[in-house]
């Protein structure tokens, strides 16, 4: 057993916990049985949702705490302490039920006046607007902050990796470096499309030569310069717009009362079980693409490899996999499946897997945070960890 299946085990036990109850909720009805029905506004509506916040973290919180405390602690001794742990689960909890509650009033709210199709259009609307401000959201969910100013040795790597990328032909974007705790941050790409800002992990970066740091900044470009980025958030919020709309024509299910809009939710999360066993290999293939477009770049092969080499040990550790795991369960290749990319193929869907788990905050997506990588990590929860 290593620390990685650890982590894979403990995934597929919360999803498919997570996944049997909302089928035995919704098979037999129990929500209309004990939550608000009424179509009008009463005290009630949100002392329920803030309950049933309360109950999904309840359910969560034995997963959390091995997933953030005791597995790390198990395979890498001394990572994190109690404390540390309870303040920063209690804190991501606290933001992430205040948005989840925020929006499932908005979704009543537009329910109830406009209907089922009003109640699709606001989702689609708040779910941009929280693309839009992914990074604060990701600051205050995982208390990250910004790198200090003066920090030499990160400013001397940023300045020969941004040259370098700039001799490798790709256009600069706006960077933020941010400070984190979790070995497994590895920033991402925030932003609506056309406003992108790479972000990149602070103690991460101090770990990588300039060559390497430059492979980094270098595939992020690549996937927002070639469109997959943009390609990976469309089908994100499609796919979250559509089988939110599709789960309210299931039996019972609405957007009107809470009782209806609960068992809309139910049905949701078996729709988003569905994409976490396809969309992952499309981000994949959106992976390797990326990889053969920065050879083609004049990227070395070898330091290529020793970038992904490194970015693995610092998350799970685990260069090889069979296939069968990896179809199902990874949207990032491993390390062993990326040592000869083809060159020259298109990246699809950039990291479609993983976006589609943050916009399902827009519909209270019950597995958000139940997923192998980031299960008791709120430094992850918003930010989850890409290639």
Not at 84 to 97: D, S
Not at 198 to 206: G, H, Q, S, Y
Not at 230 to 245: E, I, K, P, Q
Not at 349 to 359: C, E, G, S
Request: charged share 15%; hydrophobic share 50%.
């Amino acid at each position: 057993m290593t620390y990685a299946r650890a982590r894979l085990l403990l995934g597929m036990s919360g999803v498919g916990l997570i996944v049997v109850l909302s089928t035995i909720l919704l098979l037999t009805q129990y929500p209309l049985e004990v939550l608000p029905d009424s179509q009008s506004w009463s005290g009630g509506d949100l002392t329920a949702l803030v309950l049933l916040f309360g109950c999904l973290a309840a359910v969560l919180f034995p997963m959390d705490l091995l997933g953030g405390f005791l597995l790390p602690n198990h395979w890498r001794p001394n990572t994190i302490s109690l404390k540390k742990f309870a303040a920063g689960w209690f804190r991501g909890v606290l933001v992430q039920g205040t948005l989840f509650v925020a929006a499932s009033l908005l979704i009543l709210l537009t329910g109830r006046w406009f209907g089922t199709a009003g109640a699709v259009v606001a989702i689609a609307g708040f779910a941009i607007l929280l693309v839009g401000v992914q990074l604060p959201i990701a600051k205050f969910v995982g208390a990250l902050r910004s790198r200090a100013a003066d920090d030499g040795e990160i400013d001397a790597k940023l300045e020969k990796a941004r040259s370098i990328v700039a001799a490798w032909g790709w256009k600069p974007r706006p960077t933020t470096t941010l400070q984190h705790y979790d070995p497994g941050f590895t920033g991402g790409i925030v932003g609506l499309p056309g406003m992108e800002t790479v972000v990149l992990p602070a103690d991460t970066i101090r770990k990588l030569s300039p060559d390497q740091l430059a492979i980094v900044i270098a595939r992020r470009l690549e996937a927002i310069q070639s469109g997959s980025r943009t390609r990976g958030l469309l089908l994100a919020l499609g796919w979250v717009v559509v089988g939110f709309a599709l789960s309210t024509s299931l039996p019972a299910a609405g957007v009107t009362s809470v009782a209806g809009l609960t068992m809309t939710c139910l049905g949701f999360t078996l729709w988003t079980f569905f994409g976490l066993l396809t969309l992952p290999t499309l981000s994949r293939q959106a992976s390797y693409a990326i990889d053969g477009q920065v050879l083609l770049s004049g990227v070395s092969p070898e330091i290529l490899q020793q970038t992904v080499k490194t970015l693995d040990v610092l998350q799970d550790d685990e260069p090889r996999r069979s296939a069968l795991i990896e179809t199902i369960f990874h949207p990032v290749p491993s390390v062993d499946n990326r040592r000869s990319p083809t060159p020259g193929g298109v990246p699809i869907a950039w990291h479609a897997a993983r976006i589609t788990l943050f916009v399902s905050w827009a519909c209270m997506g019950m597995l958000v945070r139940a997923v192998h990588c980031n299960v008791g990590r709120p430094e992850l929860w918003v930010l989850l960890p890409t290639d």
